[in-house]
C-alpha cells in the first residue's frame, strides 16, 4: 500500500527510511516520546499532475522553508520519498509536536494552492521503528485544529472520554488525619497548554483538599505538613481517580495526563507499588501517556535521592515532571535529573502584580535548560498566559476553579 493512501485511524503501516535517518531516530527516545511525524503533500502532487516532475524541485524548497521557519534548528527534518517529509522534534511531544506538523503543512497548502483543506492535511505519527522501517498511524488534524480554539478546561474541545458513573465512584473522597482533622478530596482537571503552539497538549489532575469544620480550602503548603499516612492516602485517592482516565489518555494523538503525588510517597517502594498496582494503571498506560509530578521538591530534598527516585519513576511512566518553589536553590538538584518538565504552582507566588511578574521571570530564567517543558499552572486567568510566554515558559495552565460537588464523600 502507497504511504500516500489514508488509513483507517486504528491502522499502522510500516514505510522505509532512509538509512541516516533510521539510525538517528533509532538512538533516541523522540519515538517513544511521540515527537516524530511524516506530512505529505500528496493533494499538490495531484494537482500538479504531469506537471509534477518540473514542479517538485520548486515545491521541495518550499516546504523546506516551512520547516526551518516553524522548527528549532537542532529538529530533525528529512524528506524521505517523492511526496513525504519526516520531522523529529526535540522539545515538543504528542499534540504539541502535531500541532507544528499541521501548521506547517497548511502554510504549504495555502501557498500553494490557495486553500488547506482538512482532507488534504495528510500527516502520520510515527509510533515505532522496526527493521529500518517507520511503524506509522494517521492522525485526525480535525482534532489539532480543534484544540487550538480554546484554553480553558470547561470549554475546551479536547475531551478525555469516560464513563460519568466511573467517575463519580471516585471524587469526593474524605477520611481523617493522624491529627484528628476531617478532610475531604475534591478532583479537579486542568488543561496544560503549549504556549508556543497553542493547543492543550496534557490534562493534569488536581486534587482540591478542604476542611470540614470550616470548609475553607487547604494551601498546598498546609498539605505538605500532612503526615507521610495522610499525604499516601491523597496520592492514593488520586491515583485511583486517574486510573479512570489513564485508558483514554493514551496514545499519540491524545493529551498525556499528568498525576501530582508526593516524593515522600513513590521515594519509597510501598509507594512505587501503588502507581503500578492501582487497578487500571497498568505498566503499559503508565508508559503510554501518563507523566507523575512530583509535587513537594524544595531545596532541601536530598539530590541523590531524588535522582535515583526520578530514575526509578522515568523507567515506570512517560515522564517526571518535579513541581519546585519559586527558589532557584530548589532547582541546583534537577540538573541531572533528566526531567521532562518543570512546574511552578500560582499559588506558591504571592504579592502585588509586579513582584508577581518578577517571580515568574526569575523562574524562566533558572529553570531554562533543565527540561523541555517548563510549566506555569493553576493560574486565575488566561491574561497570564502572555507573561508566562514572555518569560520563557513552555506551558501554561488555567486553575479549574469548579465548585464541590454537591454528592457526598466517600
Given at each position: 500500500?502507497?504511504?500516500?493512501?489514508?488509513?483507517?485511524?486504528?491502522?499502522?503501516?510500516?514505510?522505509?527510511?532512509?538509512?541516516?535517518?533510521?539510525?538517528?531516530?533509532?538512538?533516541?527516545?523522540?519515538?517513544?516520546?511521540?515527537?516524530?511525524?511524516?506530512?505529505?503533500?500528496?493533494?499538490?502532487?495531484?494537482?500538479?499532475?504531469?506537471?509534477?516532475?518540473?514542479?517538485?524541485?520548486?515545491?521541495?524548497?518550499?516546504?523546506?522553508?516551512?520547516?526551518?521557519?516553524?522548527?528549532?534548528?537542532?529538529?530533525?527534518?528529512?524528506?524521505?520519498?517523492?511526496?513525504?517529509?519526516?520531522?523529529?522534534?526535540?522539545?515538543?511531544?504528542?499534540?504539541?509536536?502535531?500541532?507544528?506538523?499541521?501548521?506547517?503543512?497548511?502554510?504549504?497548502?495555502?501557498?500553494?494552492?490557495?486553500?488547506?483543506?482538512?482532507?488534504?492535511?495528510?500527516?502520520?505519527?510515527?509510533?515505532?521503528?522496526?527493521?529500518?522501517?517507520?511503524?506509522?498511524?494517521?492522525?485526525?488534524?480535525?482534532?489539532?485544529?480543534?484544540?487550538?480554539?480554546?484554553?480553558?478546561?470547561?470549554?475546551?474541545?479536547?475531551?478525555?472520554?469516560?464513563?460519568?458513573?466511573?467517575?463519580?465512584?471516585?471524587?469526593?473522597?474524605?477520611?481523617?488525619?493522624?491529627?484528628?482533622?476531617?478532610?475531604?478530596?475534591?478532583?479537579?482537571?486542568?488543561?496544560?497548554?503549549?504556549?508556543?503552539?497553542?493547543?492543550?497538549?496534557?490534562?493534569?489532575?488536581?486534587?482540591?483538599?478542604?476542611?470540614?469544620?470550616?470548609?475553607?480550602?487547604?494551601?498546598a503548603r498546609a498539605l505538605t505538613k500532612?503526615?507521610?499516612?495522610?499525604?499516601?492516602?491523597?496520592?492514593?485517592?488520586?491515583?485511583?481517580?486517574?486510573?479512570?482516565?489513564?485508558?483514554?489518555?493514551?496514545?499519540?494523538?491524545?493529551?498525556?495526563?499528568?498525576?501530582?503525588?508526593?516524593?515522600?510517597?513513590?521515594?519509597?517502594?510501598?509507594?512505587?507499588?501503588?502507581?503500578?498496582?492501582?487497578?487500571?494503571?497498568?505498566?503499559?498506560?503508565?508508559?503510554?501517556?501518563?507523566?507523575?509530578?512530583?509535587?513537594?521538591?524544595?531545596?532541601?530534598?536530598?539530590?541523590?535521592?531524588?535522582?535515583?527516585?526520578?530514575?526509578?519513576?522515568?523507567?515506570?511512566?512517560?515522564?517526571?515532571?518535579a513541581r519546585v518553589p519559586p527558589d532557584?536553590?530548589?532547582?541546583?538538584?534537577?540538573?541531572?535529573?533528566?526531567?521532562?518538565?518543570?512546574?511552578?504552582?500560582?499559588?506558591?507566588?504571592?504579592?502585588?502584580?509586579?513582584?508577581?511578574?518578577?517571580?515568574?521571570?526569575?523562574?524562566?530564567?533558572?529553570?531554562?535548560g533543565l527540561a523541555p517543558m517548563t510549566?506555569?499552572?493553576?493560574?486565575?486567568?488566561?491574561?497570564?498566559?502572555?507573561?508566562?510566554?514572555?518569560?520563557?515558559?513552555?506551558?501554561?495552565?488555567?486553575?479549574?476553579?469548579?465548585?464541590?460537588?454537591?454528592?457526598?464523600?466517600?
Amino acid at each position: 500500500m502507497p504511504f500516500d493512501t489514508p488509513l483507517p485511524s486504528d491502522a499502522t503501516e510500516r514505510v522505509a527510511l532512509p538509512g541516516p535517518v533510521a539510525q538517528r531516530l533509532s538512538g533516541s527516545e523522540l519515538v517513544s516520546r511521540g515527537s516524530v511525524n511524516v506530512i505529505s503533500i500528496k493533494a499538490i502532487r495531484q494537482w500538479a499532475g504531469d506537471w509534477w516532475s518540473d514542479k517538485r524541485s520548486d515545491v521541495w524548497t518550499y516546504v523546506e522553508l516551512k520547516l526551518n521557519e516553524h522548527l528549532d534548528r537542532n529538529d530533525m527534518r528529512a524528506r524521505i520519498s517523492d511526496s513525504e517529509f519526516l520531522i523529529a522534534m526535540n522539545n515538543d511531544q504528542g499534540l504539541a509536536a502535531q500541532a507544528t506538523s499541521v501548521r506547517i503543512l497548511e502554510d504549504v497548502l495555502t501557498h500553494l494552492l490557495g486553500a488547506a483543506s482538512s482532507k488534504d492535511l495528510g500527516i502520520r505519527s510515527v509510533i515505532g521503528l522496526e527493521g529500518g522501517q517507520a511503524i506509522c498511524r494517521p492522525i485526525d488534524p480535525s482534532v489539532i485544529l480543534a484544540a487550538r480554539a480554546r484554553r480553558d478546561s470547561a470549554r475546551s474541545p479536547v475531551r478525555i472520554e469516560v464513563d460519568p458513573a466511573d467517575e463519580a465512584r471516585r471524587t469526593p473522597v474524605a477520611f481523617t488525619t493522624a491529627g484528628g482533622a476531617a478532610l475531604r478530596v475534591d478532583f479537579t482537571l486542568e488543561h496544560v497548554v503549549s504556549l508556543r503552539r497553542n493547543i492543550t497538549t496534557a490534562v493534569r489532575v488536581e486534587p482540591m483538599v478542604t476542611h470540614l469544620a470550616s470548609g475553607r480550602q487547604a494551601s498546598a503548603r498546609a498539605l505538605t505538613k500532612l503526615s507521610d499516612r495522610d499525604v499516601a492516602f491523597i496520592d492514593e485517592s488520586t491515583l485511583k481517580y486517574a486510573s479512570v482516565f489513564a485508558r483514554s489518555a493514551q496514545g499519540h494523538n491524545t493529551p498525556e495526563l499528568i498525576l501530582p503525588a508526593s516524593f515522600r510517597t513513590l521515594g519509597t517502594q510501598r509507594g512505587r507499588d501503588l502507581l503500578t498496582g492501582t487497578a487500571g494503571l497498568s505498566l503499559s498506560l503508565l508508559r503510554g501517556g501518563v507523566m507523575i509530578e512530583l509535587v513537594d521538591v524544595t531545596r532541601g530534598t536530598p539530590a541523590g535521592r531524588l535522582l535515583e527516585v526520578v530514575g526509578l519513576l522515568r523507567a515506570l511512566t512517560r515522564g517526571v515532571i518535579a513541581r519546585v518553589p519559586p527558589d532557584k536553590e530548589a532547582l541546583r538538584v534537577l540538573r541531572d535529573a533528566r526531567l521532562a518538565g518543570l512546574a511552578l504552582d500560582a499559588s506558591d507566588l504571592s504579592g502585588e502584580a509586579a513582584k508577581i511578574a518578577m517571580e515568574m521571570m526569575a523562574f524562566g530564567r533558572d529553570a531554562r535548560g533543565l527540561a523541555p517543558m517548563t510549566i506555569l499552572q493553576g493560574l486565575p486567568q488566561d491574561g497570564y498566559f502572555a507573561a508566562a510566554e514572555t518569560a520563557g515558559l513552555t506551558h501554561a495552565a488555567l486553575r479549574a476553579n469548579y465548585p464541590l460537588g454537591k454528592r457526598a464523600a466517600a
